[in-house]
């Protein structure tokens, strides 16, 4: 996992294939991805997760004796176009320009997992 990559672990008490159709149905509502759901996991390639960057999203659900949780990971899809960008602020802003980059990347992946928090508690409260 990177830095600016998203990670989210909930418990829930009875997660099954509609979670992964909910979440698809958020995702892909009025956009085209490329979205799969096979065997409990769903993956959906360069969707914008409520942010301006891209991120591939994986959710998986994990059924144990004891619990049941779903596991999501979004790794940020645009590192090149954050690479070319902290290059060219290094270059033309003598490095000050790096702290905004950093910073506007950190606040996308705040606002992306705070996104992903509120369709599970969404499909909580419908179920």
Not at 1 to 19: A, H, T, W
Not at 24 to 44: C, D, H, M, P, V
Not at 78 to 101: E, M, N, P, Q, S
Not at 110 to 119: A, D, H, P, V
């Amino acid at each position: 996992m990177g830095m600016f990559d998203i990670s989210l672990e909930k418990k829930l008490r009875n997660p099954n294939q509609e979670l992964l159709t909910f979440i698809q149905k958020r995702f892909t509502k009025n956009k085209e991805y490329e979205a799969k759901i096979q065997n409990g996991t769903l993956s959906i390639d360069k969707c914008h997760i409520d942010t301006l960057l891209k991120y591939n999203l994986k959710a998986n659900i994990e059924k144990n004796k004891k619990e049941s949780k779903i596991i999501i990971n979004a790794e940020l899809h645009d590192t090149l176009i954050l690479t070319i960008v902290i290059i060219l602020a290094i270059l033309l802003t003598y490095g000050i320009g790096v702290v905004f980059v950093v910073a506007f990347t950190y606040l996308q992946r705040r606002k992306g997992t705070k996104y992903l928090e509120s369709i599970i508690t969404d499909y909580e409260t419908i179920n």
